[in-house]
C-alpha cells in the first residue's frame, strides 16, 4: 500500500516551515515509519499539524476556497502564518508501493486580485525508470491553472528519451492544458480521466485518507438501515458498517468481534442482533448484566476504542489513518496495548495503512521507539519547530538502557526547543 515518506507545510499557521521524514531533496533523511506519534505540549501545534493533512484533503474533495472555510478554520488570511505573504505550501514524498519509484506533490495556495485563495501551483514528479539519481521529472507542472502535463505510465521517460535525442527540451511529448477554475485542483480535474493513470491513484490516494473527527454522542446513534463499507470521519455510521460486514464478510466479522471483545476490558462478548427494520446492533455482554447492552449504552471510551479496532480490522483499510489524542476518554493502561495494535496493523500485512497520531499521553508514548516519535514545541519566535526523537543521543541511550520513551518524557528528557 501508498505510504508518505515525508511531509512538508509552509506558512500553515504556527508551522511556518516544518518537515517530518524524507524529502526529495532531503535523501539521507530516514522516512516516516508506518506508524508515527506527534507528543507535545498542548499549544504546540499538534492539533494545526492534524489540520495540515486534512487541509489538503479538503482541498481535494472541494476545493481551495471551501477548505479555507470549513472546518472553523476562518478563511485563507486566519490560516496564513502571520506576517507572511508567500503562499501556504505543502510537500508530499511518497511511494505507490516498497519497489516503486518516490513520487512528490508539491501544492501552493495563495490570493488572486480579488482576495481570494486558488490554487497557485502544482507540480507532481518522478525519477524516471532505472533513473536511481538526478532530479525527478515532472509528469504535471501548472502554475495559476495553465501547464503541461505527461499521459500514460511511463511518458516521462519516453518523452525525456526522445528529447536527449533530439533537442533535449524537456518538455517534449508534454501536452498543454488550461484550467477553468483555479480553485479546482489539477489533480482534482486530471486525475478523473484514463489517460492520465498516475495522477488519478495520487488522487485516490489523498481521497482515502482517513482523519479521525470521532464524536461518542454521534456514534451512539441509530442511523437508517443501509450497510455502508467504511466508518466515516464522524463514527456516526458504526450500525452501517456492523450492517456490511455482517452481509458481506459473516464468518470473518464474527472473528473480529472475538478478537476486539478480547481487547476491550470488561467486556465478555460481542455479538448481533437483527431489528425488524433491518438494521444490525451490537449487544455487549460484560458477564455481570443479566442482559447483554448495546452500542448506545456504551461508556465514551469503550464505544472508542471498540471503533479504532474496528476501523484497523476493515478487509480494506485506508491508506492513510490520521488520529489526534486518541487516549482521551480511554483508562490511562489501555493506552499502551492500544499503541501496540496501532502498530500491529500499520506494519502488518501487505495493504497495511500507515497511521499517524498525537498524543500528549506519556503510557501511549512508553510503547514506542525514539524512531516513531516526533517532538513539537514553540520555538523562539512563537513558530512550531519538531526534532524526531531519535536524533537526541541521550534519548536513544537511556532507551537502550530500558528506560520506557513515555517515562522519559515525562522527566523533560524529551526537548525540541
Given at each position: ?220 446513534s441509530l442511523p437508517a438501515a443501509g450497510p455502508q463499507r467504511h466508518l466515516n470521519v464522524h463514527g456516526d455510521n458504526i450500525g ?178
Open positions: 500500500m501508498a505510504q508518505i515518506e515525508g511531509f512538508r507545510v509552509q506558512n500553515f499557521r504556527a508551522l511556518r516551515d516544518v518537515t517530518l521524514g524524507k524529502l526529495s531533496n532531503l535523501q539521507k533523511t530516514k522516512p516516516l515509519t508506518p506508524f508515527t506519534v506527534v507528543i507535545g505540549k498542548n499549544g504546540t501545534g499538534k492539533s494545526t499539524l492534524i489540520d495540515a493533512f486534512g487541509f489538503v484533503a479538503d482541498c481535494l474533495s472541494y476545493d481551495v476556497e471551501t477548505a479555507c472555510d470549513m472546518r472553523q478554520r476562518g478563511g485563507f488570511e486566519r490560516l496564513r502564518s502571520a506576517g507572511v505573504c508567500e503562499p501556504i505550501s505543502f510537500e508530499i514524498y511518497y511511494r505507490e508501493g516498497r519497489n516503486e519509484r518516490p513520487i512528490t506533490y508539491e501544492l501552493s495556495i495563495s490570493l488572486d486580485k480579488t482576495e481570494r485563495p486558488f490554487v497557485a501551483s502544482e507540480l507532481l514528479k518522478q525519477r524516471r525508470k532505472n533513473q536511481k539519481h538526478g532530479r525527478p521529472f515532472p509528469f504535471l507542472r501548472l502554475v495559476r491553472g495553465k501547464g503541461h502535463v505527461w499521459a500514460g505510465e511511463e511518458a516521462v521517460a519516453e518523452a525525456a528519451e526522445e528529447a536527449a535525442e533530439a533537442s533535449d527540451q524537456e518538455d517534449a511529448g508534454q501536452e498543454a492544458v488550461e484550467l477553468t477554475d483555479l480553485r479546482q485542483l489539477g489533480i482534482a480535474t486530471l486525475g478523473t480521466l484514463k489517460e492520465h493513470p498516475r495522477i488519478k491513484r495520487f488522487r485516490d490516494f489523498i481521497k482515502g485518507w482517513y482523519l479521525s473527527y470521532f464524536h461518542p454522542d454521534a456514534a451512539r452501517n458498517v456492523v450492517q456490511f460486514m455482517e452481509r458481506e464478510h459473516k464468518a470473518r466479522f464474527a472473528l473480529v468481534l472475538e478478537r476486539i471483545a478480547g481487547k476491550i476490558p470488561g467486556i465478555r462478548s460481542i455479538t448481533t442482533e437483527v431489528t425488524p427494520d433491518k438494521r444490525v446492533l451490537l449487544r455487549f455482554d460484560d458477564g455481570v448484566q443479566t442482559e447483554p447492552f448495546y452500542a448506545q449504552q456504551m461508556s465514551d471510551g469503550t464505544l472508542k476504542m471498540f471503533a479504532y479496532l474496528l476501523l484497523l480490522e476493515d478487509p480494506q483499510p485506508p491508506p492513510f489513518i490520521c488520529i489526534e489524542e486518541p487516549e482521551n476518554g480511554l483508562y490511562h493502561k489501555l493506552l499502551e496495548s492500544l499503541a501496540q495494535e496501532f502498530r500491529a496493523h500499520a506494519t502488518g500485512a501487505k495493504n497495511a495503512p500507515q497511521v499517524f497520531v498525537t498524543t500528549h499521553q506519556p503510557y501511549f508514548v512508553d510503547a514506542l521507539s525514539p524512531n516513531e516519535v516526533w517532538i513539537l514545541a514553540r520555538g523562539e519566535d512563537s513558530y512550531c519547530v519538531i526534532t524526531r526523537a531519535s536524533e537526541l543521543p541521550l534519548v536513544n541511550n537511556l532507551v537502550a538502557e530500558g528506560l520506557p520513551l513515555g517515562g522519559l518524557w515525562y522527566s523533560d528528557y524529551l526537548d525540541a526547543g
